[in-house]
């Protein structure tokens, strides 16, 4: 008979481990990462992209231009795309069949559509961010340090998730599937009135209308009209979803007290920029060159275009002072340099376009006749006028005129035309075929002058 077991001589087993449930990831990040909303957010960022790209040539180098190129681009492209892409959104549930599935869900009806909306509005305003960003660094290199707003970027971001919230609720509500496109189309339409209307509403848009280059937006403008637009998107959606409908009072009456106080402030949403009106100049030419503040980074490139003027000019008396690039009519002892404003004209990402048409323009703005009445101008002294012209600034496209000019008046047997060509042609050859020191002498007399308008035939050297 063998002996008892004692109870340390029983096998061990183990206790069974305890068994790991996995949370269900939470459908907020289902619907960050599936459907319709990465997709839109993509789609925004392309085209934002895209018409940026084709336009940089009349923003890239001014920050208020880049400012409002960031801002008109993305409410009148990404606003429309956010009301269609969250009507289609908001009609999703109904499209499947599963409305009243997701009706009796324990998650309130405001959770359900935070988490079906709330998805969409963040991938737009990512995709914005980057459009601002890789405009904002765009500039960058070209543009005069100042005058930079970094908090306009909150009005159009605020404006692109109200209207995808917007248009969620209005998905949820309409039954018909063209909805989204057609409510795209008319949200283009009001945009666009809202922007080109010259009435009091244009103040309630994220893009101030009249904003021109010498104006500053104020930095607390974005947040008032971030602050308008996100208290209506949360008016419409308590209105929607809300179990107590009268909450959505909340949220109305916030966006009415934004909304009067964006039309009280009016144009007091912009200031001067103190730059516009102070010039940068050169020192080392006759006469001077002067831009304007805001854009002073462009001094040595407007420099470099008018050196071979200036350098025709050294040695002559009786010059302007300066040439300068502020708004209205140049003073007495000045001559206005043309206009490196709007960008994409004469100047594109800090450098001129043309600089032998740029001198051309110059120099008729050091000569002045071009703003006077061709009436008050006598023949000879025109004549003159255009000699002393073509030599400060010699134009290839000129020349080209001159010789269709030419041959045109020879065609149609115009005398007078052609004694008028040939004139010209012998006043610019003699000026052309003077010794340094006797032209500079006959300029020096022709530029005596400081009136240029009404001048007679004997206060001008003739040729």
């Known amino acids: ?11 061990h087993t183990s206790a069974p481990a305890p068994v790991r449930v996995r949370r ?19 789609g925004l960022a392309v085209t934002l992209g895209a018409y940026l790209y084709n336009t940089s040539e009349t923003w890239q180098g001014s920050w208020t231009d880049t400012m409002g190129m960031l801002r008109a681009g993305g409410v009148m492209l990404g606003g429309p795309l956010a009301l269609a892409a969250g009507c289609w959104q908001g009609g999703r549930e109904r499209r499947r069949g599963t409305d009243v599935l997701r009706a009796a869900s324990a998650r309130g009806p405001l959770a359900q559509f935070l988490v079906a909306a709330l998805p969409l509005a963040c991938w ?8 601002f960003a890789g405009g904002t660094l765009a500039s960058r290199p070209y543009a005069t340090p100042g005058g930079f707003v970094p908090t306009a970027f909150v009005s159009t971001a605020a404006a692109l998730a109200a209207c995808s919230l917007i248009g969620h609720v209005v998905g949820a509500l309409a039954r018909w599937r063209l909805a989204a496109p057609l409510l795209g189309v008319a949200g283009y339409g009001l945009f666009g009135v809202a922007a080109t209307t ?10 101030p209308e009249g904003f021109t280059s010498d104006q500053l937006l104020v930095w607390w403008h974005p947040f008032l009209t971030a602050w308008w637009v996100l208290a209506l998107a949360a008016a419409a959606a308590l209105a929607h979803t809300a179990r107590r409908r009268w909450t959505a009072l909340v949220p109305l009456a916030a966006a009415v007290v934004a909304a009067t106080l964006l039309l009280q402030v009016g144009d007091g949403m912009s200031r001067p920029d103190p730059r516009a009106h102070r010039q940068v100049c050169t020192t080392d030419t006759v006469p001077q060159i002067c831009v304007n503040g805001t854009r002073a980074r462009q001094l040595p490139a407007v420099t470099a275009a008018m050196r071979p003027l200036t350098d025709r000019l050294k040695g ?4 302007p002072t300066r040439f300068e ?12 340099l043309p206009m490196l404003y709007p960008l994409g004209w004469h100047l594109v990402r800090g450098r001129i376009t043309d600089p032998e048409q740029y001198r051309w323009e110059a120099a008729a703005g050091l000569i002045d006749g071009y703003d006077c ?11 003159v ?3 002393v012209q073509r030599w400060l600034g010699p134009s290839h496209i000129s020349d080209i005129i001159r010789k269709q000019h030419l041959k045109s008046a020879r065609a149609n047997n115009d005398k007078a035309a052609l004694r008028r060509l040939k004139a010209e042609q012998r006043a610019y050859d003699h000026l052309r075929t003077m010794s340094p020191a006797d032209r500079h002498t006959w300029l020096s007399r022709y530029f005596e002058d400081q009136e240029r308008c009404g001048r007679t035939d004997s206060e001008v050297p003739q040729l």
Do not use: C, K
């Open 198 to 207: 010259r009435n009091a509403l244009r103040f309630l848009g994220p893009v």
């Open 373 to 383: 009445p061709v009436r008050d101008i006598p023949a000879e002294v025109a004549l």
């Open 385 to 387: 006028d255009q000699a």
């Open 1 to 11: 008979m063998s002996a008892p077991t004692s109870l340390d001589d029983r096998p």
């Open 316 to 319: 002559v008396r009786n010059l």
């Open 24 to 42: 269900a990831p939470h459908p907020l990040r289902a619907e960050l990462l599936r459907g319709l909303p990465p997709w839109a957010g993509l």
């Open 124 to 131: 737009l305003t990512v995709a914005y961010a980057l459009a």
């Open 325 to 336: 690039d502020l708004p209205g009519r140049p003073a007495a002892d000045e001559a206005e």
